[in-house]
């Protein structure tokens, strides 16, 4: 890199510093002011705004213009327009109206909606969303948006997202006032998501149609060794894996994205990338976009960047760490236990808060990292499992056992002092680590990890924050009555104690991957969906589509269309593999064991002809000739389950079929087609095998 890192950060961005810049005082003024209260934004700011923003685009090299929004398909969206406008003489210049900057409108009907749009009215729009930023890439000027049907009903993952920032602020900025908190005009959400990947070499890529189409491999025997030895985790970073991370910093850097941490991940060729967290609506954005450059930049390193929840089997698969809090607009993080006894009340009555929110819809952050990719992933023995459950660590659960059973907390190792009406205050410091939770307390935020790496964190983030503000709303309605009085202290203390005494069970501090935690678990009636299919229909149960209509989070419709949505994309994902797994096994796997036995049987004719008995090439045969029977079996049979599926009309006797019977007979078919792989010569198997891929970067 030959310029430092401050003088190319955020260079390709639209930066409130650059807008302040290039705008005059007032409209910069009143831009702000709009933005901060949420306001409409008059068209004469608009136009000021956009042509500040295309004179500065076209001077970093931008010719067009596009709206960049996050449909439901998973991945990002974009139209180029180019700022062209004839100019007399048939001569051209470079225009950017407000009107463009605030509003798009393009053809929703290629989008999924669930039924949302009727086919009469295919258009969607999609609507500036100016608290994230613009910012410029491969010659055009990106404009995050949110993306809307006509009649205003959501089409993307952003909408539920700011709505849920606006209901979690609302909710919150009351709840504050209660604990004095007079000045708090604004709660945000904060996020900051550890991105894990895999990087593989092109070359071995190229030839694996499953990594192609699917984004796993479908076939592979284990190699023979995984990581056992744990000698991946943190280890030095071999030059091609370094020179592609110092190259993605570079580029994430100029875009503004505070990547901060990169080290190698556990499993062979597993690395993850953690930024610095910042508010939800810009990490989302931020986290879309570094995995878009996370691909790009592999490419030009000769590499493959596998953002697949699970490109290999039994190595690990690759999450998303969501590390979620709350910052109020004086600056307090509402997840770091405070200096006063009054801060420590205020955090352990929002710990409570969670504590009652995790527990009454632990089904619906399941649901937020649920996808097919996914499923490999929770419950397998290193990724968390598919139970919710919380982890507040040894001290923080007994500062709470104190509140419940009324008595003093105390430790060896500090002095408490008692803080309001016995109280306890306790060290900021005191969380251990515990690896195996899906909802743990890291010391001054929540870390979920349940997300999946290729998942949008829009979603979990939108329904932990809908969750939270049902939570708050509730508190606070309860200690209303109390704010200002002497009472106040000992009723949030009863209200904490109901809370433990109501809502203790979803708190897990032992080891989630062991199987006692499952039965544990059952006994304390915590729900355990292990699949998407399992998950997804609990989405528009009742007591969800109450918060989420309380809270203009989503609609009845909206709900409803956005698990169609999920429950069918989960049926093509399973759909394309099984067919892919149909075409390799028909056109490349079958006929190169074919060929072989055929060489064998070859080499047995020979050697009889000459009288020697060929009794390694006989049993080989003989025992591929099997394993290629049970092969095809499985193909026809596989082929046939797949037209079944298809021919089903619902949506989600569809899903469970491709889970219960599609699925199953894929893992038939891979073990078998794995045997085979372990028998056969290295050069006669037409695919790139595990330790090829994983062991060659
Ligand atoms: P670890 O691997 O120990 O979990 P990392 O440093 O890899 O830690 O990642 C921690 C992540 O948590 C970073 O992205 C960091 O910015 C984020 N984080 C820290 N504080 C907050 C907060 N208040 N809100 C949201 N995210 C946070
Ligand atoms: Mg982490």
Redesign the pocket.
Known sequence: MNRSVPEIFAENVFSDEVMKSRLPKNVYKTFMNTVQNGRQLDMTTADFVANAMKEWAVEKGATHYTHWFQPLTGSTAEKHDSFITPASKGMAIMEFSGKSLVKGEPDASSFPSGGLRQTSSARGYTAWDPTSYCFVKEGSLYIPTVFLSYTGETLDKKTPLLRSMDALSSSAVKFLKLFGNENVTRVT??????QEYFLIDKGMYDKRKDLILTGRTLFGAKPPKGQELDDQYFANLRPRIAGYMADLDEELWKLGI?S??K?NEVAPAQH?M?????TSNL?TDQNELAMEVMEKVALKHNLVCLLHEKPFEGVNGSGK?N?????TNDGQ?L??PGDTPMENLQFLTILCALIKGIDEYADLMRISASSAGNDHRLGADEAPPAIVSMFLGEELDAVLKAIEEDSVYKTETRAFEIGVNALPSFPKDSTD?NRTSPFAF?G??F?FRMVGSSDNIACPNALLNTIVAEELSQFTEILEPFSHTEQFESEVKKLMKNVLRDHRRIIFNGDGYSAEWVEEAERRGLPNYSSTVDSLPHYTDEKNLRIFKKFGIYTENELKARQEVLLEKYSKTIRIEARTMIQMARKQLLPATLDYIHKLCEAVAVKKQIGILAKVEQAMAEKLTDLTEAFYVSIEKLESLVNQACEIKEILPQARFFHDEVLTEMERMRTISDTTERIMPSDKWPIPDYSAMIYNV
């Open positions: 959400s904060t996020v900051g998501a550890e505070y901060k941490t080290h993850e953690a930024p610095i967290f910042t990490g760490h590390n979620w809090s709350m910052a993080n997840l770091d680590r890291t001054n935020r870390e």
